[in-house]
């Protein structure tokens, strides 16, 4: 293997690790409300470029960086999209329940066990 195809190694094993820390940021958090989902739909679809780029080429190594880094983006948006749905669920019961806003604790929780049992 020489010093060039280590180097790019290197950098493919970087790229794909950048990702990480921001999808257990996400996990962590329940929430992807502070990134861009035209961001994360940009990335996706420039990785999926590359893929098939590199699919056609038979470049290896740009074929499995760019595919982790694709799977990687899709993981991102479908966090996103939930996060998003589970928000726009949140102001919709905010808006329809704006008496909750002057509630005490006690009478917030009592509200929200209240609401849980209903679902179930």
């Given at each position: ?29 329940r ?12 990335f ?25 880094l ?19 669920k ?20 009592n ?9 179930k």
């Amino acid at each position: 293997m020489s010093f060039n195809d280590i180097l790019s190694w290197i950098a493919s094993i970087s790229l794909v690790s950048s990702l990480i820390p921001q999808i257990i940021r996400i996990a962590q958090r329940r929430s992807a409300k502070d990134v861009s989902l035209i961001t994360i739909l940009f990335f996706v679809i420039g990785n999926g470029i590359w893929v098939v780029y590199a699919a056609l080429i038979n470049y290896v190594q740009l074929l499995v960086t760019n595919t982790l880094l694709c799977s990687f983006g899709w993981i991102l948006l479908i966090l996103k999209t939930i996060s998003s749905y589970k928000y726009k669920k949140y102001l919709n019961f905010i808006h329809n329940n704006e008496h909750i806003l002057n509630l005490n604790e006690e009478d917030l929780i009592n509200l929200i066990n209240k609401s849980s049992k209903e679902k179930k």
